[in-house]
């Protein structure tokens, strides 16, 4: 399946985490299959994938502190699975889980990213994983509550929710007087990527033939991979990229850089 950019590039700007959902209003069948569809499809590297689960989803989230953080009253979660002998495996998971979640917003649902407060093993034994793969990070979703409860906005306040670095803190190379349309608008997509904790750990580097994404940020991870962050912005970058008529190819790169995107001549 391609990207879909029409549907994904407005999604951006609309999604923010969401954790507590309205079981008064429970997802159609028809949706579940569309979601369930795009989590078989939407699948662009062999060793990272994503599968929809109906079933036991409150023992699959744990709380941060009690129940801080707590996903509650999610119909449904989606796991992100990787292999982990892929040497990209954070960055490729990160691109393809965010476009599923994506698609879940456009579909009008809410989702978080939840890397770091679920039980894995209780997610294997639902799906069943290889001996080399690993569930790297789930999302509940579902109708999120209409107006967001007090113990989300605590959250929001603790992950420092939805603010954003500007473009110039992030940015090194090419002057921006010089960069061509698609690149403001690939970076400013870039740039409202959600990562663990609302860390923001990527940096930009503009070049005469692309963009390469790096590591900008030091310091411990807590358990989650940067890369996994930086895969998310790797997806927002292309599909804006897409939506503004520039294609290209993504290239792997090693530590601190994670991948260059090469727009095709
Ligand atoms: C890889 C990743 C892991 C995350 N893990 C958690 C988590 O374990 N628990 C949680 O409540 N939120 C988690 N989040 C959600 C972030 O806190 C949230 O995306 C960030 O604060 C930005 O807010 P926004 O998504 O509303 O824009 C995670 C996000 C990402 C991208």
Not at 24 to 49: G, I
Not at 85 to 93: H, I, L, R, Y
Not at 127 to 133: A, F, H, L, Q, T
């Amino acid at each position: 399946m391609d990207i879909s950019f029409s549907g994904w590039h407005p999604a951006i700007e609309k999604r923010r985490s969401r954790r507590h959902f309205d079981p008064k209003s429970p997802v159609a069948p028809e949706v579940v299959a569309a979601l369930d569809k795009v989590c078989n499809q939407f699948a662009p590297f062999p060793h990272a994938r994503s599968r929809l689960v109906t079933e036991s989803v409150e023992n699959v989230f744990k709380g941060i502190i009690g129940s801080y953080g707590r996903v509650k009253g999610a119909p449904a979660f989606i796991a992100f699975i990787g292999d982990m002998d892929d040497p990209f495996v954070q960055e490729k998971v990160g691109y393809t889980g965010e476009g599923i979640i994506l698609e879940a917003t456009a579909l009008g649902l809410g989702t978080c990213w939840v890397a770091g407060f679920f039980r894995p093993e209780a997610v294997a034994s639902l799906i069943g994983v290889s001996d080399r793969e690993r569930v790297l990070a789930v999302t509940p979703v579902g109708y999120a509550r209409q107006s967001e409860s007090w113990e989300e906005r605590s959250m929001s306040r603790f992950g420092r929710s939805h603010n954003r670095q500007p473009l110039s803190k992030l940015v090194r190379g090419l002057p921006r007087e010089k960069w061509p349309d698609w690149v403001n608008v690939s970076l400013e997509a870039a740039r409202l990527a959600p990562s663990a904790a609302n860390r923001q750990p990527w940096g930009f580097d503009v070049q005469d033939d692309g963009i390469t994404v790096f590591v900008r940020t030091g310091g411990p991870e807590f358990n989650v991979s940067k890369r996994l962050d930086c895969g998310i912005a790797m997806l927002h970058l292309e599909v804006a990229a897409i939506d503004s008529g520039c294609k290209g190819e993504w290239e792997f790169l090693s530590s601190p850089q994670v991948a260059k995107f090469k727009i095709r001549s």
